[in-house]
């Protein structure tokens, strides 16, 4: 059978996907019903190239590797020959020999799918330029916990039309819920991958607007990794989009705000937001732990029910 890879959401069918989010809630009673006890990872390991900064990513996996009782590796471009220029297709086929799984956080999607032809063994897409599927396999699973089947739901995004966008718009196509991006004019999603998610999402450009009577809003930083320099112009061209307390109050009664995290207090979100009962990104970061497990179980061992 030919080896699946992660690489976006639209690599799982949405009955795939629902399975994984089910089983990311069944896994997180486990552990706290039995603690670390189930251990089908003995002496497997993941290889987790970051060519990015990280912290949740990078502890979830490795932590989700532990407990499952197999290892993680820490692969870094600065310490190992993938920064010395070896092709990415010939490190695909080395590690592919070695280990049971790779995770890679890097710039170009091209170059994960280049890696992932290369690759007889799964590769997880940890987040690139364009997309990070891993993120909302924890941000459907929080809303799911909190709030039962999101199908039909309303979610916002305000903000820039990124890799975080990108994915909750493929979230949108496979859970089927309705989706609202409210960008400011420059910062829209990619074309392509609006248009291939049809009516169920919808763009706008004026936040009071788009959060009304939504179940979830979420957003994330206005300038990403690899975009530093262009923070000032950004600050000044995502004003009006900060995301605050009074913004979810004009939201549904029960509305719940998301953030991928790390998020920057007195810009895309106020100083005091994350300190509101509605926003659950505590729970959505330790959730990353969860969804990762059920995914990992799932590319290495095929779907497991029990
Ligand atoms: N949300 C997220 O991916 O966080 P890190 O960059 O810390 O991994
Ligand atoms: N859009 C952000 C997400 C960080 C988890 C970035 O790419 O930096």
């Known amino acids: 059978m030919a080896t699946r890879h992660f690489l976006t959401l639209l690599d799982l069918s949405p009955d795939e996907l629902r399975h994984l989010i089910q089983r990311g809630i069944a896994i997180k009673n486990g552990l706290k019903t039995h603690g670390p006890t189930y251990t089908p990872f003995a002496n497997r390991t993941l290889a987790m190239i970051f060519e990015k900064s990280s912290t949740r990513t990078r502890v979830s996996f490795e932590t989700a590797m532990a407990q499952f009782g197999g290892h993680a590796l820490f692969l870094s471009p600065r310490d190992t020959q993938l920064g010395r220029g070896e092709p990415i297709a010939d490190t695909a086929r080395v590690l592919a020999e070695m280990v049971d799984a790779v995770m890679i956080r890097t710039f170009s999607h091209q170059s994960l799918e280049t890696y992932a032809a290369a690759s007889e063994v799964p590769v997880i897409n940890a987040l690139t330029d364009d997309y990070h599927p891993c993120q909302l396999l924890a941000d ?167």
């Open 140 to 306: 459907v699973m929080t809303w799911t916990e909190l709030r039962g089947s999101v199908r039909g739901r309303t979610a916002v995004w305000i903000g820039d039309g990124n890799n975080m966008c990108h994915s909750w718009i493929n979230a949108a196509r496979q859970f089927d819920f309705r989706l609202r991006i409210c960008c400011p004019e420059g910062y829209e999603p990619r074309q392509d991958i609006l248009d291939a998610a049809g009516d169920r999402v919808t763009l706008l450009h004026d936040p009071q607007q788009a959060v009304v009577d939504a179940d979830l809003i979420t957003t994330d930083v206005w300038a990403s990794m690899g975009q530093e320099e262009e923070q000032a112009r950004r600050e000044a061209d995502f004003a009006g989009f900060q995301v605050t307390e009074a913004m979810l109050d004009r939201a549904a009664d029960d509305v719940l705000f998301l953030h991928c995290l790390p998020a920057h207090r007195g810009e895309e979100i106020s100083e005091t937001l994350l300190d509101d009962p509605r926003a659950v990104v505590w729970q959505e970061a330790g959730n990353r732990l969860h969804a990762q497990k059920a995914l990992l179980e799932f590319l290495l061992l095929g779907r497991v029910d029990g």
